[in-house]
């Protein structure tokens, strides 16, 4: 607790992932197909920009530290996400705080289970994918937890509020 590892961790994956965008960045700016036409520079930096996301997922779960900065991250994305949700609904429910803490574990557990770091690179990405699918779910089941209540509690209230009723069905 004193450590702060979680922070730690997050901190660490960062500066790693920032490492990596300058030496790619810096990798792409050298190369000899710099000379492009204005028309095809959108589509350029498109495909550039996914390559990039591509080869920074790859490179960012390459190692078991490396996975555990971003099982950080991903716990961290994970809370504020149910956090937003939660102050959407105007609610608080401190059953449904856990949600990053689970989303970490699931997918620390779905990296172990599925071997991430010793893939090769493309199936690497391919099972981060798959991992990152799993863990969507898992958040979607979070948020209906939260919602079916108030589904519920509306529907047998006499509350004829358009905006409590929007927001739970924006949902």
Known sequence: MRLNVPHVLRVFWLV????????LVAEKLQ?????????????LCLSSFTNLT?????????TVLAVLGMTSMVASVSHYFGYIIQQFLMTDDDEEKSIGTVSAVLFFVLALQTRLTGLEP???FIRLYQNFCL????ILYFVHNIV????????????????????????
């Open 122 to 124: 493309e199936k690497r």
């Open 54 to 62: 591509r080869e920074l997922l790859i490179r960012g779960c390459d």
């Open 31 to 43: 190369s000899p197909a710099n000379h492009v036409e204005l028309s095809k520079l959108t589509n």
């Open 148 to 171: 079916n209540p108030l589904f519920m509690s509306l529907s047998a209230s006499r509350n004829q509020s358009v905006q409590r009723h929007g927001r739970v069905l924006t949902v």
């Open 135 to 138: 863990l969507f779910t898992a």
């Open 16 to 23: 790693r992932i920032s490492e990596d965008v300058v030496f």
